[in-house]
């Protein structure tokens, strides 16, 4: 196996260890992007140009990156028509005090599902579980 499969399968390896960070606790996030994964790597399966595939690799540092740090979770509290969302510290760091209160839905389904448009409740956490939250 020559250095470029190598990165290649550690990429791949690496945003299913981001997705399942990401999306644990949630079934369906968790096939969705396995299948979205799987789709693009299957996408991008006959490259063989050296060049390209650096430049595909690229993406997969970048997805790993936003993954991890560029998407946050929250629940609708429908007692208290909020989105509660838990801030940990890396991404707390990379926002500002505007970007850090507002929540885009990522699907239409989710944006459907919003019962008159609710707040979004932000608190930080300093999980005694290494970030592993279940949130």
Request: glycine share 6%.
């Amino acid at each position: 196996m020559s250095a470029l499969s190598t990165r290649v399968l550690s990429g791949y390896r690496r945003l299913f260890r981001a997705r399942k960070s990401l999306f644990s606790g949630d079934d369906r996030a968790m096939r969705e992007s396995r299948v979205a994964i799987r789709s693009e790597f299957d996408k991008h399966r006959q490259v063989t140009d050296p060049a390209h595939i650096e430049g595909l690799l690229v993406m997969v540092d970048e997805a790993e990156d936003m993954l991890l740090h560029g998407i946050v979770r929250g629940e609708l509290n429908p007692e208290r028509n909020t989105y509660e969302v838990k801030i940990k510290k890396e991404h707390a760091e990379s926002m500002d005090r505007e970007t850090i209160t507002h929540v885009d839905p990522i699907t239409a389904e989710t944006s459907v599902n919003e019962s008159g448009k609710p707040d979004v409740v932000v608190t930080s956490t300093q999980s005694s579980n290494n970030g592993k939250d279940k949130r």
